[in-house]
């Protein structure tokens, strides 16, 4: 792969990952639903590492339409909340999947929950060689079961299609020991270990998510979607990132 001056530049680290996005991710600046122009935004940085030759596959959540453990679920059975709130990561997905193949991507909607007529069922074998074949693979409906977030969704599907990493993208440059828009004097950490993460309670992914990554030694990539070309940076080792590992 060469630069734009010709010369030789880096190698993506990673063969094949998981990119993990929240749905507020997808609202831009609006306080809730999808905004159009940060969801093609979003699929231009999937592009640019799909075009570097790395597999990628996508768990996104569904807070920006409706989140289980919110104020509309009040009073409301936690596993109907919860399904609800699957069912939300599948309209994400779905507007996620009309942005990529509107940039020349063959992209596959993978749901735990069935709906044929909008999206593939989930079955490994056949998601591999989706990724295989150099297609995007979006994993929606979290894992088909109420009381599992999509942290865990994504930590679970990445272990299953025996991805490299775990990438996290946020509206911050890495994991802090507080919230840097709060604290002026909050330090960020380039490496951390999973058993700090959840002796220090830091919001990475819930507890679950970690604990599974760090059952299985898969490293969570925590980086910022804000930056044009940021996810593909991170990937060739450049840029600000945190790595949380072993």
């Known amino acids: 792969m060469m630069g734009e ?4 530049a880096a190698k993506p680290v990673y063969g094949r990952v998981l990119l993990k996005i929240s749905g507020e991710a997808l609202m831009g600046d609006q ?15 999937v592009k640019r590492v799909h075009d570097a030759g790395v597999e990628i596959c996508m768990v996104i959540g569904g807070g920006n339409i409706f989140r289980g453990l919110s104020g509309a679920a009040q009073g409301m059975e936690r596993t109907t909340a919860d399904y609800m709130g699957m069912l939300a990561t599948v309209m994400n997905a779905l507007a996620m999947q009309a942005a990529l193949e509107a940039l020349g991507i063959h992209t596959r909607v993978i749901s735990a929950i069935r709906m044929d007529e909008v999206a593939e069922p989930y079955i490994r ?3 591999v060689r989706h990724l295989e074949k150099k297609r995007v693979c979006i994993f929606a409906a979290g894992t088909g079961n109420p009381y ?3 942290d865990t ?3 679970l599907r990445a272990n299953e299609m025996s991805c490299e990493a775990i990438f996290k993208g946020t509206k911050v440059d890495g994991v802090y020991d507080k919230d840097p828009k709060k604290h002026s004097d909050a330090k960020r950490y380039d490496r951390i270990t999973f058993d700090e993460v959840l002796q220090k309670h830091l919001a990475v992914m ?3 998510a970690i604990a599974l990554a760090r059952d299985n030694d898969l490293p969570i990539i925590v980086f910022s979607l804000d930056e044009p070309g940021g996810f593909l940076g991170v990937l060739e080792g450049k840029g600000t990132y945190t790595i949380v590992e072993g």
């Open 31 to 45: 306080g809730y639903g999808l905004h159009p122009p940060t969801v093609n935004r979003i699929a231009d940085e």
């Open 5 to 8: 001056n010709g010369s030789t």
């Open 148 to 150: 599992f977030t999509t």
């Open 206 to 208: 819930d507890a679950s």
């Open 125 to 127: 074998r056949r998601a």
């Open 153 to 155: 969704a994504a930590t």
